[in-house]
């Protein structure tokens, strides 16, 4: 729990896992840093969805594979 006046910062990466594999993916979305975090994951193409305007990022490459142009996401395969 917070006092008043603190500031609760998102911390800038989360990991998802995807069968035993693990991804470090970004916090926020570049595109309005919707909270990644709250997205969905395609477990079979291995994609996260952003759940604020719904851009699809693979989780593989980082690359934006639809929605609003944003450019990719920073991500890395950790295991
Ligand atoms: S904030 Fe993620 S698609 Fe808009």
Redesign the pocket.
């Given at each position: 729990m917070l006092d008043e006046g603190e500031i609760a910062l998102r911390p800038p990466t989360f990991v998802v896992q995807v069968g035993h594999d693990e991804y470090e993916v970004q916090s926020l979305?570049?595109?309005?840093?919707?909270w990644?975090e709250h997205g969905s994951v395609n477990q079979h193409r291995r994609t996260i969805t952003?759940p604020?305007?719904?851009?699809v990022f693979s989780l593989e490459t980082g690359a934006q594979l639809s929605?609003?142009p944003?450019g990719n996401l920073s991500c890395r395969k950790i295991t």
């Open positions: 979305c570049p595109h309005r840093e919707g990644l952003c604020l305007h719904f851009s929605g609003p944003c």
